[in-house]
Structures are given as structure tokens and as C-alpha cells.
């Protein structure tokens, strides 16, 4: 049946009653209507107006709606459950753990170990025929295995772990875990009845965090005319880095104290393949309020893929400089003429703006982050203390004054103080300063550039420091800013000496006796011998079972677990060393196994540092000097 004007006529009056069987009149041409049928005419389309067309539509049958619902969810249901290639128990290899079949023993014939790794690595599902295996750290492991004669509850025993249990599906029995961590698992078929089955081994490969490397230079000129920088970097990951990162850009626009900081981030995107990322952001000068006498340090923050923690990474540090129009002054002098340290001269206020920021944060950190946020603020205290100290002669200048005997100078006779007696000597093969253990030094350093009342005012700041240093340290910022003001204000009194002078002169070495030159006479000298200290190890049980396997006797194994899973993060594999104990433990006789765990041994115990030899013996001429030197023979 055909949908034409008589159908629709037709199905407008069955649908609609209140057009009183009249809908033929809306077709009717304009001329040709009567009076009365116009009238009726307006009288339907006013009525017809106010309904909706959906209305026309004829109803649905509900055994039709019932049979494709039905349809519908067959279909879902078929799609769900179809089987895909490669799913599914998948074929199985034969087993190699190479045991010999026994009466009523069950073994292992066929094995499959199937390895899926995270999403986030792209990395596609694969099927091992070794129970041996390498796989990303969170990757789902999952074990198929098959048994003569049928074992009734076969596992998998984890070493230094809780065993796995098989499920059976079909004639073959799976079991499946999530891979934290590498470990050592033997197949227990026959629940301990038979032989001892070898271990397998399963690495978890960790991700790595991405790596991030500045591209463009670490300082750089603003050149006449620019007014755009593009730092360039390039991020770096095993699995890929995220497409999008921030900038972190830190501003310092001033001179000396007269410094503000201002600090942003800003995203960024990257170009490039997932695995090796270009980020390269155009920075506009006007944007960023950017001038002359300022310092522009950027900074890249990447994440990677990894979910659902990724890692965020920090690079390193650019900086765009913007040299003042200022020249420094120069004249004629016999020196070299230098600004006084801009770059030290002006972090001392960055101290104390941290420190009101973390009083403000006070209420929404805890007691423990709050210490630990002041210990980090009092740590660049530290460091900006040590190198104003510098310029103070490097002799424990800055130093609290001590409310002892222990505050007295020591002289050595040559007209002048060296503050506290030298501390004691670490030991032989202790990092140490040579200089001031054996030698003596003059006042030849960066404090002869400052003239004394710029020295006083210096060592004034320095000692406040030390109170602002000692207060943050303790989590105590409020009795810390008094000391950092002060401090500030000292600083600010030494900038006013425009410049400094740094002499060309070489060091005064004292004078040479020459009769006593080529004598061998050593009266006055004092004995230079360091003692030597024992070295502390906590190799203890790792030495002794290397003695024991040296000889006869037998290694405390136990002992040396532990001590393997005490020291795991710095062995160089500890899983190789766990192997080679599990195996001793299970045949105590063998004596090639005795030898591969002394030699494991031998390299994860830590090296001794190196000890003094005896001076060699010397040769015939060598002989003779030393004799014709003590007078004993020409």
C-alpha cells in the first residue's frame, strides 16, 4: 500500500477525531473552496495546529519491541563471550624441568607462561614456552600447566613468599598473579613427595622515570633587538613521554637586594614520538614583563605515561640573562676592578619571603611537613652563609662566638690569630683538607678584596645567619625572620662599597734556611703519621659464609638469607645469590654449588677501601744515595 494523498487523508482522520472527518479540505486548491468549506477548513488547521506530528505515527507492536530487545542482548552477549585469536588456553610447550618420571608421581609435561603487560606500555601480550621470564613491573602473569598422571593440588612455591594456587580448567591447571615485584617460584607437583623441582626466575623490569636535557646553552645573552627566547629541551622515556608539560618560569628583575621574584607555570606541548619528545615554547619578553638587569630561569616539568601514578620530572635550569645598560667602572688601577657578587648578594631576602610564606601555610600543613619545609629553607640559609663566609678569610669566619675557652685563637708564633685549634684528623684515606691540615693559610683569598669596615659589617651579617640558620633548622621560622632581617640589612650596608680589588700578588712563602738544606737533620719537625682507622662493614654474614665455603665447614644460610634481603638494593643481583643459597640448602654436598655461592659472594660483599703499603725496597743506586746521604760511605 502506497503512502499518497488518500492514505494520508485517510490516517489524519482515524488519528485525529477533532478534525470531524474534514481533513480532504487541506488539499483542496484556494479558489475552489465554498463559504461554508473554508470555514471548516480554518476551523481544522487551527485544530491541527496544536498537535504534534509524532502523533501520526502509527504505534509500535510490543512482540516486535520484545523481539528485538531480545535480539539485541543475544547479540551483546555473543560478542562478550566470542573467542579471539590468541585468546583463550593457548598451546602449550614441553616442559623442561627435566625430572625423571616415577610410579604414581605426578610431573610436569607441557608448560605456557602468558605476559601481559600494563596498557600504558603499548607493549602487545605475548605467550612464553620457558617458565624463565623478563616483563615490566605490573604486568599480569599467567601460568597454564599440565600434569602426568593428574595431580590432585599442584602450586607454585615462591621462595621467601606465600605459594600460588593452580586452578584446574580442563586437563590443565592455570593460576595467574600481578607482577610487583622479580622473584624465584619452583612447580610443585607432587606437594614435596618427589624430587625437589628446579626454581625459575621472573625479572620485573621497572619503569623508568623520564629523562629530561636542556638543548640550549645554560646561560644565555639577550642579544640587541630581541624580544622572543625559545628554550629548547628534549624528554625522553622507555615507554613515553606525555604530550603536554609545564614550564616553570622564575623571573628576578633588580640589582643587589633591589630584587623581586616573580615565579609561573605555563603548559607546554611537545612534538615528536612518545619515546623522544621535543618541547621548544616561544617565550615573549612583553608577556612576561621580562626587562633589562633581569634573569629569565626556565625550567621543564615533564610526566610520563605510566598509570596510575606517572612520574614527574624536573630538568634542569636555563637562564636568559639581560645584562644592565650600566657598565662597571674601570680606571687604571694595578688590580682588577670587580662588582661585589650580585649573584650572592641577593638571595638573602628570597630566604625571608619563604619563610613568611611557610608561616602562612603553618595551619594547613602538618607537624612533621612543617619541619621539614623550615629544615629546607634553613638548608639554603646554610649555603648562602658558606659563601658570604668565604669572603671573610675561610678561618671558621662566621662562627658563633663560643662562651668558652674554646673561643680563644690559637698563634703559632708568626704575629698573627687562626682562630680554633685545627680539628682533629678523620684517618688515613679520609677526605680532608690538606691545606689546612699541613699547611698555612695567608689571608690571600677573596677577603683581601674588602676593606676592614666592609669586613666587620660582612661578618655581622654572617653572624646572623647563623641565628636565622639555627632557628629554621628547629621548625621555628617566627624567631627566625629577626636574625634574616638583621642579616638583610647588614648586607644592604656592604653593597655600598661600589667596588673591590683583588691584589695580583703572589702568595708569601716563608723564607728558606739554607744551611739546612741537604742535611737530613728533621729536628723540629713534627710527626706527620694519620692513624688508621678500621673500616665498619655490616658484611659480617656474608664474610663469615665466605670463610665456611673456603674451607669445610658449613655457611650459616639462614643468617645469610637475611642479610641478602637486608641489603637487596645494593646487591648486584640478589636474586642470583637467593638461587645459589636456596640450591646449597637443598643439596648441602654439592661441591660446584659451594663454589658458585662463594663466588657470588665475593662480588656483592663491599670492597675494602685501600690500605697503606710498604715503601718499596729500593734498588743499588737507589741504596747507595741513602747511604752517602747518612754519611755512611762515599
Not at 476551523?43 to 501520526?56: A, M, N, Q
Not at 739554607?514 to 673500616?535: F, K
Request: glycine residues 8%.
Amino acid at each position: 500500500m502506497g503512502h499518497d494523498r488518500a492514505w494520508l487523508i485517510r490516517r489524519l482522520d482515524a488519528a485525529r477525531p477533532d478534525l470531524e472527518d474534514s481533513s480532504a479540505l487541506l488539499f483542496l486548491p484556494p479558489a475552489t473552496p465554498t463559504p461554508l468549506q473554508a470555514l471548516q477548513r480554518a476551523r481544522i488547521v487551527d485544530r491541527l495546529d496544536r498537535g504534534s506530528p509524532h502523533e501520526l505515527a502509527a504505534p509500535w507492536s510490543r512482540g516486535w519491541l520484545i523481539a528485538l530487545s531480545c535480539a539485541a542482548v543475544l547479540i551483546v552477549v555473543a560478542v562478550v563471550l566470542w573467542p579471539r585469536p590468541g585468546e583463550g588456553l593457548p598451546p602449550l610447550a614441553p616442559s623442561q624441568e627435566g625430572i625423571a618420571a616415577a610410579p604414581g608421581l605426578p610431573r610436569l609435561i607441557a608448560q605456557n607462561l602468558r605476559i601481559l603487560p600494563p596498557a600504558y606500555t603499548a607493549l602487545p601480550k605475548r605467550d612464553s614456552a620457558r617458565l624463565d621470564a623478563q616483563a615490566p613491573l605490573g604486568s599480569r602473569l599467567e601460568w597454564t600447566l599440565r600434569f602426568d598422571p593428574a595431580a590432585e593440588a599442584p602450586r607454585l612455591l615462591l621462595v621467601d613468599g606465600k605459594p600460588v594456587t593452580l586452578h584446574r580448567d580442563g586437563d590443565s591447571w592455570v593460576a595467574g598473579m600481578t607482577l610487583d615485584r622479580s622473584f624465584l617460584y619452583r612447580v610443585d607437583a607432587a606437594a614435596g613427595r618427589g624430587p625437589t623441582p628446579p626454581l625459575h626466575r621472573i625479572d620485573a623490569l621497572p619503569d623508568n622515570p623520564p629523562q629530561v636535557k636542556a638543548l640550549s646553552p645554560a646561560l644565555t645573552l639577550v642579544k640587541p633587538g630581541q624580544r622572543i627566547w625559545t628554550p629548547a629541551f628534549a624528554a625522553t622515556d622507555d615507554y613515553g613521554v606525555a604530550a603536554s608539560a609545564r614550564l616553570r618560569v622564575t623571573l628576578a628583575i633588580g640589582e643587589g637586594e633591589n630584587v623581586t621574584f616573580s615565579e609561573r607555570e605555563i603548559p607546554v606541548s611537545g612534538t615528536g614520538a612518545a619515546r623522544d619528545r621535543r618541547f621548544a615554547p616561544g617565550l615573549d619578553f612583553a608577556r612576561f614583563g621580562f626587562a633589562a638587569g633581569g634573569d629569565m630561569v626556565v625550567q621543564l616539568i615533564v610526566r610520563d605515561n605510566r598509570s596510575p601514578a606517572p612520574q614527574e620530572v624536573r630538568g634542569p635550569s636555563v637562564i636568559l640573562r639581560w645584562p644592565s645598560a650600566r657598565a662597571p667602572e674601570s680606571s687604571g688601577l694595578e688590580g682588577m676592578v670587580n662588582t661585589t657578587l650580585p649573584a650572592y648578594f641577593r638571595s638573602q631576602r628570597q630566604i625571608i619571603i619563604d619563610a613568611e610564606a611557610l608561616l602562612k601555610r603553618k595551619g594547613s600543613l602538618s607537624a612533621d611537613r612543617y619541619l621539614v619545609n623550615s629544615g629546607t629553607i634553613g638548608n639554603d640559609q646554610q649555603i648562602l652563609r658558606g659563601r658570604y663566609s668565604q669572603f671573610l678569610g675561610g678561618e671558621e669566619e662566621g662562627e658563633p662566638t663560643l662562651p668558652t675557652a674554646d673561643a680563644q685563637g690559637h698563634s703559632n708564633g708568626d704575629g698573627h690569630d687562626h682562630g680554633p685549634p685545627a680539628k682533629a684528623s678523620a684517618g688515613f684515606g679520609a677526605p680532608e683538607d690538606v691545606l689546612a691540615e699541613f699547611g698555612h693559610p695567608h689571608d690571600e683569598s677573596p677577603a683581601s678584596s674588602l676593606d676592614p669596615e666592609t669586613r666587620a659589617t660582612l661578618k655581622k651579617a654572617v653572624d646572623e645567619m647563623w641565628g636565622s640558620e639555627r632557628e629554621l633548622k628547629q621548625g621555628r621560622p617566627d624567631l627566625a625572620l629577626p636574625y634574616a632581617n638583621r642579616a638583610l640589612r647588614f648586607i644592604k650596608k656592604v653593597q655600598q662599597a661600589t667596588r673591590v680589588f683583588l691584589s695580583k700578588v703572589g702568595p708569601e712563602l716563608p723564607p728558606i734556611d739554607p744551611t739546612r738544606r741537604m742535611t737530613g737533620e728533621r729536628d723540629g719537625i713534627a710527626s706527620r703519621t694519620l692513624p688508621l682507622a678500621s673500616v665498619k662493614s655490616s658484611d659480617g654474614p656474608a664474610a663469615s659464609a665466605w670463610r665456611a665455603l673456603e674451607g669445610s665447614a658449613a655457611p650459616d644460610l639462614t643468617a645469610l638469607g637475611n642479610w641478602v634481603r637486608a641489603n637487596e638494593g645494593r646487591l648486584p643481583d640478589p636474586l642470583a645469590l637467593t638461587a645459589a643459597i636456596d640450591t646449597l640448602r637443598q643439596t648441602p654436598r654439592c661441591a660446584a654449588c659451594r663454589a658458585r655461592l662463594q663466588s657470588l659472594l665475593w662480588t656483592a660483599m663491599e670492597r675494602p677501601m685501600g690500605q697503606a703499603l710498604p715503601r718499596r725496597r729500593p734498588d743499588d743506586m737507589g741504596a747507595r744515595y741513602l747511604q752517602m746521604i747518612q754519611g755512611g760511605g762515599s
